[in-house]
């Protein structure tokens, strides 16, 4: 009884280790998967970690563009100069107010051909998306785009791995007015004052509220100590890294505008 007491210990004991060691194995394994693929994960602009207070705003353009104008003197009233993202059906539509932007002094960067759900498409049709419609942007304005905004913010790492073959830097946000939902002028501004240094600021050419919005916005960052400038002065060009939320860091002396 004794030796069959303890034959069924030993038994239990080696199957209780090698339950330990295979899961040991499992969770370092899949830990071992998690790491490389975070590490392996591509992220975009969301924004930029600076301390000089400094913000940027910037329009999606897909349709409509009687505010656009609008937009633009009330930018100017107050010294601010924005970032516009530009669709491909947009600019040829609207080649006249396209032109008028970039003469103005405001920055255009590519938000696709089509406005497209983009990680569903191929290299071939990524890459078509964001050659096109640059190429309308730089035949209407003569200034190379180097900014991209993907559709409905959706992306993966082969869409972001063409942008960055084209030269193009893939930028989100991370203050969103959710101005296309309606809300009020007030409701808007009340969003976007938390906004601080190095952050991107979301709003839409032909929001319902977004022309009143503006002043309240910019009066109220500025009373923050916040200043202005187009996202291709906010980020860093070279010598920088991004976390797996998109904060882009300077990791060494480079383009610091």
């Not at 004991?13 to 975070?38: D, K, Q």
């Not at 947009?90 to 008028?100: F, H, L, Q, S, T």
């Not at 202005?228 to 976390?243: A, K, Q, S, T, W």
């Amino acid at each position: 009884m004794y030796l069959l007491g303890k034959g069924v210990f030993v038994k239990q004991t080696i199957i209780a280790v090698c339950v330990t060691l295979v899961c040991v194995l499992l969770v370092c394994g899949m830990g071992g998967y998690s790491e490389v693929y975070a590490n392996s994960r591509e992220v975009p602009i969301y924004c930029v970690d600076r301390q000089d207070n400094r913000v940027s705003i910037s329009f999606d353009a897909a349709w409509g563009a009687d505010k656009t104008r609008q937009i633009m003197d009330v930018c100017d009233s107050y010294g601010v100069k924005a970032t516009f993202f530009l669709v491909g059906f947009w600019v040829d539509k609207y080649p006249e107010m396209v032109a008028e932007i970039a003469a103005r002094g405001f920055e255009i960067g590519t938000h696709s051909a089509t406005h497209p759900q983009m990680s569903k498409l191929t290299e071939a049709q990524c890459r078509e998306e964001l050659t096109s419609s640059s190429k309308k942007i730089f035949e209407l304005t003569g200034k190379p785009v180097e900014l991209f905004r993907p559709p409905f913010g959706d992306y993966n790492n082969r869409l972001l791995n063409v942008a960055k073959g084209l030269g193009l830097y893939t930028v989100q946000w991370s203050v969103d007015s959710l101005d296309w939902k309606g809300l009020s002028a007030r409701e808007i501004a009340e969003r976007v004052q938390r906004a601080g240094s190095g952050d991107i600021i979301l709003c839409h050419n032909n929001s319902d509220h977004i022309v009143e919005a503006l002043p309240l916005i910019f009066e109220s960052l500025r009373l923050k100590g916040l200043t202005f400038c187009p996202i291709g002065e906010l980020i860093y060009r070279d010598g920088y890294r991004i976390d797996n939320a998109g904060r882009q860091y300077r990791t060494q002396t480079g383009d610091l505008v």
